[in-house]
C-alpha cells in the first residue's frame, strides 16, 4: 500500500509541555507573570521611581521563573501533587486491638 496521507499523533495521552515546562507549572508561570505585572503597575502608580520598579519586578520575575522551572525539573508532572497528599497522610496508625487484624473474609 502506499504512504498514507495522514500523520499519526503520537502525544495522545501525554502531558503539555512548553519549553520545559510541564503540566500545571506553565499555569504558574502564567499566573506569576500576571501578579508581576499587577505588581509593577501598583508600585508605578503610588509614584515609585519607574526604575526602581522594572529593577524590582525584574528580580522577582528572574527568581520565581528560576523557581517554577526548577520545581518542574524535580516533581514532573504529576510529582507535586503527590508530595502534597504524602504530607496529610498520617505518619502512624495506632490501634488498640488486634481484632482489626484477625477479622475473617468472607470467602
Known amino acids: 500500500m502506499s504512504n ?3 500523520k499519526i499523533n503520537k502525544g ?3 502531558a503539555i509541555e512548553f519549553r520545559g515546562l510541564k503540566a500545571q507549572y506553565i499555569w504558574y508561570l502564567g499566573a506569576t507573570v500576571l501578579i508581576l505585572m499587577i505588581l509593577f503597575a ?3 502608580l503610588i509614584g515609585m521611581n519607574q526604575y526602581l520598579c522594572i529593577a524590582l519586578t525584574g528580580i522577582l520575575g528572574i527568581i520565581s ?3 517554577i522551572y526548577a520545581m518542574s525539573k524535580r516533581y514532573g508532572v504529576h ?3 503527590k508530595l502534597m497528599a504524602k504530607r496529610l497522610m498520617p505518619d502512624v ?3 488498640k486491638s488486634r481484632l482489626v487484624f484477625m477479622k475473617k473474609s468472607k470467602s
Do not use: E, V
Request: glycine letters at 6%; proline letters at 0%; a positive charge.
Open 12 to 14: 495522545i495521552n501525554t
Open 65 to 67: 521563573i528560576n523557581k
Open 93 to 95: 496508625i495506632k490501634t
Open 42 to 44: 501598583t508600585l508605578y
Open 4 to 6: 498514507s496521507i495522514y
Open 79 to 81: 510529582g507535586l501533587s
